[in-house]
């Protein structure tokens, strides 16, 4: 399986940003799909995903913020975060949990079984 992320770039505080992942494999279908973003010197956190029946959990940090979407189809991820803040900047991965049956997305990265190669956001203020 493998993840590609695309999105990031160099926005203002204020704005938002529209990220996008495509998960690829043969018969390969994505149970949870999600976002993880890591900032410089800090560990990877948590930041929204989506199952494949619908349901969402976000950080309380993106709550309110952050809308995930995804097209089972192509097996691809969105992430649209508004109101952006100089703490959001960080490299946010994509990443799959492909346990058969998962209904409710978890938020550890040990339960996401694979990642995307990261784009990088930055905020500025």
């Known amino acids: 399986v493998q993840l590609q992320a695309s999105g990031g770039g160099l926005v203002q505080a204020g704005g938002s940003l529209n990220l996008s992942c495509a998960a690829s494999?043969?018969?390969?279908?994505?149970?949870?799909m999600g976002w993880f973003r890591q900032a410089s010197g800090k560990e990877r956190e948590f930041v929204a995903a989506k199952a494949w029946r619908g349901i969402t959990a976000y950080a309380d940090s993106v709550k309110g913020r952050a809308t995930i979407s995804r097209d089972r189809n192509e097996n691809a991820v969105y992430l649209q975060l508004s109101s952006l803040k100089p703490d959001d900047t960080a490299v946010y991965y994509c990443a799959v949990d492909g346990q058969a049956g998962r209904a409710v997305p978890r938020r550890s990265r040990r339960d996401y079984d694979f990642w995307g190669q990261g784009t990088l956001v930055t905020v500025s203020s």
């Open positions: 494999g043969r018969g390969f279908t994505a149970q949870v």
